[in-house]
């Protein structure tokens, strides 16, 4: 009997022409270099017969609604070349995001409702493979000094049953080293027009991700989405920015962070119209703080949000 280890692990992930239909990943062209992986190989509901019978004990459940779930996270870094996709494209893509290249310039993802796209994602574990077709999911960013910032994601995909398979090799050659957050690498980070000391930025894509079974046909639909996040700043004092003011008064405005200072390896995040949710206090290292509650709010639709790579 053979042993399987555990850190010895592949997840590749295709963009799919068919809905739910194979793409079939490779390795090769593929891969996805992920950290915190974790896998729900056989998620769904149980049914219970509910027999009325003459004896107590336990009845057998059916196993409906059958789905899996991966969740992961990818260093959040530029592609090598302005105007090229990242390798983690997919991933955004099939989170309910357009991708839209402008050639050796840069490649912008932003929201859609419509078109959703999907992939079909393998993940090995040592020579057990784990089918998701037709998968969709939604992701979260956290970013903090001294940190890898990274996008994490959770995609959920019809059922197919696992199989032994060769675990594939990932190429690295598609990943570009990430830069730490702050040291010099953080170059804007912004909100209402107002640099601030940054401690921390997370942001959730807040899609709904429903598992949809019919007869004739199951799918994953994303259902709707609420783009939110939190900003933890350094305090200042009341006249360099009123913040409570401004969250009082229901005022949007924009947010903005470049993480990158050489083309190639840059990721710009922007917001035009957020409101700031109730700010309150705490302190890091003995030095007061303030978190800031963001909600990005669509402006003319799909538009409330774009992670640009250049």
């Known amino acids: 009997m053979g042993r399987r280890f555990w850190r010895r692990l592949a997840v590749t992930a295709k963009m799919e022409t068919t809905y739910g239909t194979d793409a079939a990943p490779t390795g090769a062209a593929n891969g996805m270099v992920m950290t915190n992986v974790t896998l729900n190989p056989l998620q769904g509901e149980e049914v219970s017969r509910e027999l009325m019978l003459a004896y ?18 990818v260093e959040l870094a530029g592609a090598g070349a302005a105007g090229t996709a990242p390798a983690y494209g997919p991933l955004l893509r099939a989170c309910g995001m357009s991708e839209t290249i402008v050639a050796a310039t840069s490649v912008t993802y932003a929201p859609v409702t419509a078109s959703q796209e999907s992939v079909s994602a393998y993940v ?16 979260s960013l956290s970013m903090a000094p001294k940190q890898i910032p990274r996008i994490q994601f959770t995609l959920r ?3 197919a049953a696992p199989a032994d398979l060769v675990t594939p090799a990932v190429p690295m050659l598609a990943w570009k080293d990430p830069l730490t957050v702050g040291e010099g690498n953080t170059t804007t980070w912004s909100l209402h027009g107002t ?3 940054g401690e921390s930025f997370a942001l959730d894509f807040g899609n709904t991700v429903e598992v949809r079974n019919l007869v004739g046909a199951d799918s994953i639909e994303i259902t709707d989405r609420s783009v939110t996040g939190t900003m933890v700043n350094q305090a200042d004092n009341i006249a360099a920015k009123d913040w409570f003011g401004i969250a009082k008064a229901h005022t949007r405005g924009p947010l903005s962070i470049v993480h990158g200072i050489t083309a190639g390896n840059i990721v710009a995040i922007a917001a035009p119209q957020v409101q700031l949710g109730r700010p309150s206090y705490g302190n890091t290292q003995g030095i007061t703080n303030l ?5 990005c709010v669509p402006n003319a639709g799909d538009d409330e949000l774009t992670l640009v790579v250049r």
């Open 157 to 159: 995909g019809l059922w």
């Open 291 to 295: 978190s800031l509650p963001l909600t």
């Open 195 to 197: 640099a601030g000391l």
């Open 124 to 139: 090995n574990f040592d020579g057990v493979n784990h089918k998701l077709l037709g998968a969709k999911g939604t992701w």
């Open 56 to 73: 107590f004990g336990a009845q057998a459940v059916r196993l409906v609604g059958n789905y899996v779930e991966l969740v992961g996270s």
